[in-house]
């Protein structure tokens, strides 16, 4: 098969422009390695919208597939590492007493940074952080191994519970969904940038068309009728709304 069969072979194919790019390039490295040149036609990639899913499906497999697994998923959950960012720490990365994690070995190249974790990870995360000796990974292995634990009992949950969105959901997910969650609630953009580890805000963009996403979970509202009741929603994640006779209106996602 010469190279204008090639090529018209992988234009003909339904194969996604990502995976014709793949193919032409893997050809264009046989052939090279045979001494001829061959440059492959460049295929523009499909724009894809990550799914999101609601807080309430990732909260079913976080209860759902065991202690140290359901423990990696909240990590997940609030912190939007990638996975093998996640896989990467040790009991050295947690300040339990502040309920402070640290990245400090981000993958891609990307910003290392810290956040407060919940009180709920917290009391998650101590019975591995100390079993696990210092320096080294809390979840140790390969990560592949943990992804086809999880696929196995996200699947059996999704049998059980009758609900299929459990399978769309990834570890890559999460990420989505917090970024997503994270716009949402501030409409900053620099904010989820910096909680990405993102280094071009043109990678954190694309949670800006996702933000309506997810509406069916609603809202809950309240109001304040002064600084000090304003204060106190605020600090409780409530996003002022307007202020109609006099009295300041927030609302929360449920």
């Not at 010469?2 to 339904?14: A, F, K, N, T």
């Not at 899913?53 to 959950?77: A, H, N, V």
């Not at 059980?160 to 409409?187: C, D, G, M, V």
């Not at 043109?202 to 309506?212: A, E």
Request: proline share 4%; with cysteine; net charge positive.
């Amino acid at each position: 098969m010469g190279y204008r069969e090639v090529d018209r072979y992988i234009l003909r194919s339904d194969w996604s422009n990502g995976y014709k790019n793949n193919v032409g390039n893997a050809y264009a490295d046989w052939v090279k390695f045979k001494g001829f040149e061959y440059t492959p036609r460049k295929y523009k990639k499909e724009e894809k919208l990550p799914y999101v899913p609601t807080e309430r499906d990732i909260d079913q497999l976080i209860s759902g597939t065991g202690s140290k697994l359901s423990t990696f998923l909240q990590l997940l959950k609030e912190s939007a590492f990638r996975p093998i960012e996640a896989m990467g720490l040790t009991p050295d990365d947690f300040d339990l007493n502040q309920r402070l994690c640290y990245l400090n070995k981000p993958a891609k190249g990307s910003n290392p940074r810290v956040l407060r974790i919940s009180e709920k990870l917290t009391a998650m995360i101590t019975r591995y952080t100390k079993k696990t000796p210092r320096g080294s990974r809390i979840w140790s292995g390969r990560l592949e191994h943990l992804r086809r634990n999880y696929e196995m009992k996200r699947r059996s949950l999704a049998e059980k519970l009758q609900n299929p969105n459990l399978l769309k959901i990834s570890f890559r997910t999460f990420r989505h969904w917090k970024a997503t969650i994270e716009y949402h609630r501030t409409k900053d953009i620099l904010h989820v940038e910096r909680m990405l580890g993102h280094k071009n805000i043109q990678n954190t963009l694309i949670y800006t068309h996702l933000v309506d996403l997810g509406e069916e979970d609603g809202y809950i509202s309240n109001v304040a009728a002064n600084t000090e009741d304003a204060q106190s929603l605020i600090e409780c994640r409530f996003e002022y709304i307007t202020t109609f006779n006099d009295m300041m209106i927030f609302r929360i996602r449920k």
